[in-house]
T-cell receptor
Framework: AQSVSQHNHHVILSEAASLELGCNYSYGGTVNLFWYVQYPGQHLQLLLK??????LVKGIKGFEAEFIKSKFSFNLRKPSVQWSDTAEYFC?????????????FGTGTRLTIIP | NAGVTQTPKFRVLKTGQSMTLLCAQDMNHEYMYWYRQDPGMGLRLIHYSVGEGTTAKGEVPDGYNVSRLKKQNFLLGLESAAPSQTSVYFC??????????????FGPGTRLTVT
């Protein structure tokens, strides 16, 4: 069973639309959560991360994500997308008490923004 | 500061041939990783290393070997390439901060085709 789930495989939006990409994980206990972005033809880069504290974390380029422990979710949001947000987005989870040197990635969500 | 570099960028192999992919990082990171990226499957961890001279298996290690003789280099070997190993391979590195603070820095990728 997939331990990190991204149910939206491909999302198409118009510019200025609001975005929410889902990420759910199936681990109990303490988790650290990440969103990475891969722009066309480029390598992955970190968008934002959550370790502790405020469950609403803000990242680069106006993105934010909210950790809801009771729902095992870490959804990515942006109030108004731009054409340049076209990319593939990956959620990733680290379990610090179970081999804290590894990340488990979701299958990714391809986001296409129509000008 | 080049970050994480990968050699080569592209390669075409015939079934049964061998090759080595080289990853180098100049950030003095302890941890290094090899992933493969396939459509619809996200990133899957092949092997990783938590320090010079140490390696460990990831999620999909079969058909691959690795070595970390120097801290800055992590080599991925295919002894007898198979068409199923056609993929894009990404190397990543991460500092050993602890507590699951695993911001991974990715290389540009190697596109490998096995015919």
């Amino acid at each position: 069973a997939q331990s990190v789930s991204q149910h939206n495989h491909h999302v198409i939006l118009s510019e200025a639309a609001s975005l929410e990409l889902g990420c759910n994980y199936s681990y109990g206990g303490t988790v650290n959560l990440f969103w990475y972005v891969q722009y066309p033809g480029q390598h992955l880069q970190l968008l934002l991360k959550y370790f502790s504290g405020d469950p609403l974390v803000k990242g680069i380029k106006g993105f934010e994500a909210e950790f809801i422990k009771s729902k095992f979710s870490f959804n990515l949001r942006k109030p108004s997308v731009q054409w340049s947000d076209t990319a593939e987005y990956f959620c990733a989870v680290n379990r610090p008490n179970f081999g804290n040197e590894k990340l488990t990635f979701g299958t990714g969500t391809r986001l296409t923004i129509i000008p | 500061n080049a970050g994480v570099t990968q050699t080569p960028k592209f390669r075409v192999l015939k079934t049964g041939q061998s090759m080595t992919l080289l990853c180098a990082q100049d950030m003095n990171h302890e941890y290094m990783y090899w992933y493969r990226q396939d459509p619809g499957m996200g990133l899957r961890l092949i092997h990783y290393s938590v320090g010079e001279g140490t390696t460990a298996k990831g999620e999909v290690p079969d058909g691959y070997n690795v070595s970390r003789l120097k801290k800055q280099n992590f080599l991925l070997g295919l002894e007898s390439a198979a068409p199923s190993q056609t993929s894009v391979y990404f190397c990543a590195s991460s500092p050993q901060i602890g507590g699951g603070n695993l911001e991974q820095y990715f290389g540009p990728g190697t596109r490998l085709t096995v015919t």
